[in-house]
């Protein structure tokens, strides 16, 4: 009976690249020249943190974030933004939470959205973090991940371990 995994996970070599990359440009770029501006990966806690010492830096500083991670081919879907706090001089401080794996709520989005395309023989269940797709047709399994792609769910989905 063919079958695919679906999972939301993020490379974190190309997030370390892409935070190496956009501290580099921070260091050299004219208009970050004498600000205390920082990127930096807290690779512990799956964090990336922003320090400006102006909103309007912050906000530039996001915005290079943003460009290092999109070249990288790191889904936007796979980061979210805290509230910007207040840190020492005056300076501001935000941390960029990166989310990897399916969470309950997103899962029950998945099987929702499986089920609603009424396909015949299909089935799926969550499997801590991924959620198993079995069905009795290949081509309603492609169809199944094409529908998926085509729904905004809100998280960066892959489809692994297609297996007839």
Do not use: C
């Amino acid at each position: 009976m063919p079958s695919f995994d679906i999972s939301s996970e993020v490379d974190m070599q190309e997030v370390r690249n892409a935070v190496d990359q956009a501290a580099r440009e921070v260091a050299t770029r004219f208009d970050f020249k004498g600000t205390d501006a920082s990127v930096e990966l807290k690779e512990k806690e799956n964090q990336i943190e922003l320090n400006a010492p102006t909103e309007d830096r912050l906000r530039a500083l996001v915005q290079v974030l943003e460009e290092k991670l999109v070249r990288r081919e790191v889904s936007l879907k796979s980061i979210s933004y805290k509230k910007a706090e207040e840190a020492s001089r005056g300076a501001l401080r935000q941390t960029v939470e990166l989310k990897a794996g399916i969470d309950q709520e997103n899962a029950k989005k998945i099987n929702k959205a499986i089920k609603d395309l009424s396909l015949k023989g299909i089935t799926s269940q969550v499997q801590g973090e991924q959620i198993r797709v079995n069905g009795k047709k290949r081509d309603d399994l492609q169809g199944v991940i094409t529908a998926l792609k085509a729904d905004d769910l809100g998280i960066p989905l892959q489809f692994d371990n297609f297996r007839d």
